[in-house]
Structures are given as C-alpha cells and as structure tokens.
C-alpha cells in the first residue's frame, strides 16, 4: 500500500494554503523628497531721489524753481517743470542752492529801503491797435550735424497781418551740449533774442514767465478792423552771409484790430514726433508734425510748459 507518496502530497498542499493566507508584505514607503528652500527675495532697488532744486528769486518778485543745467556770465539755464527757462543774469536778484548756500547778484537792488515804484504800463498812441500774443505750449528747435559745414543755426519768427511781415524776432544763439555731436537752436525769447520791427510798427520786450511768453506790439489802426495774422517760425537755407529764410511752421488767424482794446492771440505749440535722428547722419525727422494753434480769445490765456 503506497501511504508515503500521498501524506507527502497532504504536507505540500497543506504549505501551499498557509503560504495563500499570509497577508502580502506592505510596499515600500515613497522617499520623500527634500523640502526646497526658497532663496530669500532680494530688496528691490530703491529709485535713487532726485536732487533737490535751485530757488531763483527775481527782482520783480517772482519765484523760480528748477535745476541748473547751465550757467554763462549773462544768463542761467534752469530745468523747471514746465520746461527749460533762460533766465538773464540781470533779472535774478538771488539764487538758494539746493544745499543751503545762497548766492545774491544784485545787493543793490535788495538794500533799496523802499522798493521802486513800477514803471507805468505803455497805452498805445492814439491810431494804434495793441496786439497780445501769448505763446504756450513745447518750445520750437532745430538740430544739424556739426559735421555739415557752413550751416546757419539762426531761427526766426516772423509775425505777418495779411501777409506783410509787421515784426522779426530772431534767435542767432545755440544750444551748447544739448544733443552729442550736433548743432541745436532751441528758440529763446531770453538771451540774446533782437527784433527787427517794420516802420510804424511798436514793440514791445518779451514777458517770459514759466510756461508762457507774451509779446506785445502796437500796429496802426485808425478804426476797429479785421486783420488777418500769420505767424511762422522759420529756417536759414542758405548761408549766413547771404541767407534764404524759409517757413519750416505757420498758423494763422482772423484778429480784431480796435484802439479801444488790445486783441489777445494764444498759439499753442506741441512738439508732435519731432526728432534728430539716423543713420549714417542724422538730421532733423517728421518737423511737419510739430503743431501750432492760433487763436483769438477775450482771456488772458493760462501758463503751460514751453
């Protein structure tokens, strides 16, 4: 009888079922991973502060503040927030730097024990007709590549009533280190401008005040008329010696010419996308777009940045 075979069989059948019931060992536990360290953010820059200004004290009472880019020995250039100023010398009675000292260039004037009484406002002759016009807005230039010789960095304005020039105003004097490597006439109504007036014609010195000029000048007018102004700013294409001005911007507008009362003219001036700039020479790009408003108004118009 063969017993030895089958009890080894029970045995192994008996080993398979208790290895079945064993439970399945757990699975390894996932390595976590690392925790990550954030760089500590660094501070952002602080924007560095910006100098602080110059205070200019006029003779006339007027306060000024800005920074000087420049000096000469007959006039300041002061960066105000409303733009670039000439000041001359002779109207600035002192200067309070930014760190405290003080500069004073007319002591004379401040040492008066009583202040001058102000020279009476000039009426128009009897016939006349007083024109106003008040100039806002961005200031006109020009630039050239010094590199071009026998350029004429003179710039005027010429002011016409129906078409006959009546007054020029001309600005011979440029801009030093305004822009590298180039010639630059920023028309100034400060240092250094001349007048030519056509006969008959009064005029009057400019009012520069920031962010607004004013000239005044007194035509004939027997009676209340109606004239038509036109004002152009206006370029040297030739030489200086033998020149050939032409109108680079003009506007133009009806005014009322009236003995009784002076006529107000505003022309607003915006620099549009002018530019010097290309390659491999430069020079002046899109000066059609500098945009110049004139109009007739009743009111004295308001300051804005030249």
Same mark, same amino acid.
């Given at each position: ?35 990550? $360290?954030?760089?500590?953010? =660094? ?15 006029? $003779? ?9 880019? =420049? ?63 008040? /100039? ?64 008959? /014609? ?28 036109? /004002? ?70 308001? =300051?804005?940045?030249?």
């Amino acid at each position: 009888m063969r017993t030895r075979p089958l009890a080894a069989a029970a045995l192994a059948l008996g080993a398979s079922l208790a290895l079945a019931q064993e439970p399945p060992a757990a699975p390894a536990p996932a390595p976590t991973p690392a925790a990550r $360290r954030t760089p500590a953010a =660094s501070p952002r820059p602080r924007p560095s502060p910006q100098p602080a200004p110059d205070v200019y004290h006029l $003779r006339n009472g007027d306060r000024i503040t800005g920074r000087t880019l =420049s000096q000469t020995p007959r006039a300041f250039v002061v960066q105000t927030p409303f733009g670039r100023l000439t000041l001359p010398r002779v109207r600035v009675a002192r200067v309070v730097h930014a760190d405290g000292t003080e500069e004073v260039f007319n002591p004379a004037d401040a040492a008066r024990p009583t202040a001058a009484a102000p020279a009476p406002v000039p009426t128009p002759r009897a016939g006349t007709g007083r024109l106003a016009l008040a /100039i806002t807005g961005k200031t006109f230039w020009q630039a050239w590549d010094r590199r071009e010789a026998g350029r004429d960095p003179t710039l005027r304005l010429e002011l016409r009533i129906d078409e006959d020039a009546v007054v020029v105003y001309t600005d011979g004097q440029p801009d030093p280190d305004e822009i590298p490597g180039a010639l630059v006439n920023a028309f100034s109504f400060a240092e250094g401008l001349t007048t030519a007036p056509a006969a008959g /014609i009064r005029v009057h010195p400019a009012e520069v005040r920031p962010g607004r000029i004013v000239l005044k000048l007194d035509l004939p007018a027997p009676a209340a008329t109606t004239k038509r102004l036109r /004002i152009a700013y206006q370029l040297n294409t030739g030489t200086a010696e033998a020149p050939a001005w032409k109108d680079v911007v003009s506007a133009a507008t009806e005014v009322a010419l009236d003995p009784a009362q002076p006529a107000l003219v505003e022309a607003r001036q915006d620099r549009g996308r002018m530019e010097f700039a290309g390659f491999p020479r430069r020079r002046m790009r899109h000066v059609d777009t500098f945009a110049l408003d004139l109009r007739a108004t009743r009111e004295d118009p308001p =300051s804005d940045a030249p």
